[in-house]
C-alpha cells in the first residue's frame, strides 16, 4: 500500500484476456509528432497501452486493453486512431466487471 | 441462421440489451440477441448499484434467484481534502424491509442470471459475436446486421441498439456522434476482497446489509469526479471516475489517481489486508439531457449508455437502461401487435413512452448541471472540500481561541477564495441547475 510508483502491470495481471494474437483492434496512424490528444493516452489510457517510442511517435499495444474507449473519445474524430472492437469472444474478459 | 428473419434483434447484452430483449421474448416476439463477450457481462462494468424498483417492473421475482450482493442499509456522502473527510451519514433500519430497495450486484454474475431469463423468455442469445455494420436498405431503412460471423446479412424488422456509451454501430451509421471529452467520465476501479466478517465488522453490518460511500473534494485533484466504496458480500469495490476531458487536460493518471484514492487516511483502514481481483475500467455518459442523441429511426431505436441515459447527479444509469430497454421493447411490441411497420414515425412511440417515464423527466430537470460543475470544478472540487474542511475544524479543535475569531476566520476563508460575489453567484447557479 505504500508503494509510491503505480505499477500498471501489476493490476492487469489480475484480469483474465484473450488475446487476438496479430489483429490488433487498436492502431495509430503514422504521424511525424503527435497531437496533444494521443500524447495524453500514454498518461490518460488506464490500461497503459499507449507508449512513445524512440522516435518520439506514439504506438499502442492493445493487450491489456480494458475497451473502455477513452482513446477513440479523445483521438478517433481527429484521425489519430482506428478504433474497432476485438473479433467476438477476444479482448478482456471481467470475472467481475 | 443467415436465412431465418427475425421481429428484432438486440444488439449488447447489458442492462438495457437484456431489459428490451426479456420485454420482446416475454410478449412473443422472435427475438435475436447478438453479444461480443464470451459470455454476457464479461463485458459490462458497473460500480455497481442494483435499483430493485426498475427491474421489478421487469421481473417480478427477481429476488428468488438473482445474484444480490447486499442490500443497502446505510449512504455516506463524503467531502474530502487531503487528510479529512466531511461527511452526511444516512442510515435507517426502513431499509431492513421485506423487499429492499437497493442492492450492491457484481455484474458479470447478475449479467449471467439475466441473460438466462432471457433465454428462458425464448430468445436466442448469441455470444462471441461482434456486430460489424449495421445493414440499411437503398431508402436507410435498417434492415439488419453484419457480425464477424460467417455469413451475410441477419433481417430483422427493427434493430434495438443496446450497445453501449462506446457503441460503434449507431456512430459508424451517422445516427449519433462520438461522445465528446466532456461528455463521458473515466471510471477505474478495483475489487478488494476482503472477508465477509471483516466487512461486517469494519462497517458496523449484519447479515447481508451494506453500505455506500461516495466522495467527492481534492480526490479529483480539481477534477469534475467522484471516488466509491460499495460494500459486496465478501468483496468491495473501490473506484474513481472523472471526465475524460478533465483527464485529457490536467494529464493526471487514473491508476495513480485511484492509488491515492486507495491511501486517502479515510479510505486505507477500510481496506486493509484485501486481495485485489480485478482492475476495470469503463466509460459513463455524463453530458445529460443535453447530450441525448436522437432515439430511432427507420427500423432501429437505442437505448441505455448508447443513448447517453445517465443521471449523474443521483448516479444512476442501470436503472435508467433497463427502464429504457424495457420501454423500447413495449413500444416494438405493440407496434407489432398493430401489424404496423418499423418507420420512424411509428417508433416515435419509444420517444413519447420514454418521456412520460422518469428517465427523460429526471435527465430534463438536470439538464444544466454537467456545465455548470464540468466547468466550475476546481472550485467544486478542490476550494470549496478545502474550505469545508478547514471550517469544521475550526469548529472541532478546541485551542483556546474565542469562537466569534474562530468564525470570522471561516468566513474571511471562504470570502478570500472565491469573493463574495463568486459565492453568491456559485450559490444560485447551483440552485438554478438544480431546481
Known amino acids: ?97 | 441462421m443467415t436465412e431465418e428473419r427475425f421481429d428484432a434483434i438486440v444488439v449488447g447484452a447489458g442492462m438495457s440489451g437484456n431489459a428490451a430483449a426479456y420485454t420482446m421474448a416475454s410478449r412473443g416476439l422472435k427475438v435475436l440477441q447478438l453479444e461480443r463477450g464470451e459470455y454476457p457481462g464479461s463485458k459490462n462494468v458497473q460500480g455497481a448499484i442494483l435499483y430493485a424498483n426498475m427491474l421489478e417492473t421487469i421481473i417480478p421475482d427477481f429476488r428468488d434467484d438473482a445474484p444480490l450482493e447486499r442490500h443497502l442499509v446505510e449512504q455516506r456522502f463524503w467531502v474530502t481534502d487531503d487528510t479529512s473527510h466531511t461527511g452526511m451519514h444516512y442510515r435507517s433500519d426502513d431499509f431492513n424491509e421485506p423487499a429492499p430497495n437497493r442492492y450492491t450486484i457484481i455484474r458479470a454474475q447478475f449479467d449471467k442470471w439475466f441473460s438466462r431469463k432471457v433465454r428462458a423468455a425464448g430468445a436466442i442469445v448469441l455470444c462471441e459475436t461482434t456486430v460489424t455494420e449495421l445493414a440499411l436498405d437503398a431508402a436507410g431503412k435498417v434492415i439488419g446486421v453484419h457480425t464477424d460471423r460467417a455469413g451475410g446479412v441477419i433481417h430483422a424488422d427493427v434493430v434495438v441498439l443496446a450497445e453501449g456509451v462506446n457503441g460503434l454501430l449507431g456512430t459508424r451509421a451517422r445516427f449519433r456522434k462520438v461522445p465528446k471529452p466532456e461528455a463521458v467520465a473515466l471510471a477505474v476501479k478495483e475489487m478488494h476482497f476482503l472477508p465477509e466478517e471483516v466487512i461486517n465488522e469494519r462497517f458496523g453490518l449484519t447479515g447481508d446489509q451494506g453500505c455506500v460511500i461516495e466522495a467527492a473534494g481534492t480526490i479529483s485533484r480539481g477534477m469534475a469526479g467522484l471516488g466509491f466504496l460499495y460494500t459486496n458480500k465478501e468483496s468491495i469495490s473501490l473506484g474513481i471516475g472523472c471526465l475524460v476531458s478533465h483527464f485529457a487536460a490536467t494529464l493526471e493518471s487514473p491508476y495513480a489517481l485511484l492509488d491515492a484514492f486507495k491511501n486517502h487516511p479515510s479510505i486505507r483502514p477500510l481496506l486493509a489486508g484485501s486481495e485485489i481481483k480485478e482492475y476495470a475500467a469503463h466509460l459513463i455518459p455524463e453530458g445529460g439531457f443535453k447530450a441525448i442523441p436522437q432515439l430511432f429511426g427507420d427500423g432501429w431505436v437505442v437505448v441505455g449508455d448508447a443513448a447517453q441515459l445517465n443521471n449523474a447527479v443521483h448516479r444512476e444509469g442501470s436503472n435508467l437502461a433497463m427502464t429504457s430497454g424495457r420501454i423500447a421493447g413495449e413500444a416494438i411490441a405493440a407496434i407489432k401487435s398493430r401489424k404496423h411497420p418499423m418507420t420512424s414515425d411509428n417508433l416515435s412511440l419509444y420517444k413519447a413512452m420514454l418521456d412520460k417515464s422518469f428517465v427523460l423527466k429526471d435527465l430534463r430537470k438536470y439538464k444544466d448541471m454537467p456545465a455548470l460543475l464540468h466547468t466550475n470544478s476546481h472550485n467544486f472540487f478542490t476550494t470549496y472540500p478545502q474550505l469545508m474542511s478547514q471550517a469544521a475544524q475550526n469548529f472541532v479543535r478546541v485551542d483556546g481561541t474565542p469562537k466569534i475569531e474562530k468564525e470570522r476566520a471561516t468566513t474571511a476563508a471562504l470570502i478570500k477564495a472565491r469573493s463574495r460575489w463568486g459565492l453568491v453567484s456559485d450559490a444560485v447557479r447551483l440552485a438554478l441547475a438544480w431546481r
Open chain 1, 1 to 97: 500500500m505504500t508503494a509510491s510508483v503505480v505499477r500498471i502491470e501489476d493490476k492487469l495481471y489480475q484480469n483474465r484476456y484473450l488475446v487476438d494474437a496479430g489483429r490488433p483492434h487498436i492502431k495509430v496512424r503514422q504521424h511525424q509528432s503527435p497531437s496533444p490528444n494521443l500524447l495524453a493516452l500514454t498518461v490518460v489510457c488506464p490500461a497503459k497501452c499507449y507508449e512513445v517510442n524512440e522516435d518520439g511517435q506514439v504506438e499502442v499495444i492493445a493487450d491489456g486493453c480494458m475497451e473502455c474507449g477513452t482513446c477513440r473519445v479523445l483521438c478517433e474524430e481527429s484521425g489519430d486512431i482506428d478504433w474497432s472492437y476485438p473479433r467476438g469472444g477476444f479482448g478482456v474478459l471481467f470475472k467481475f466487471g
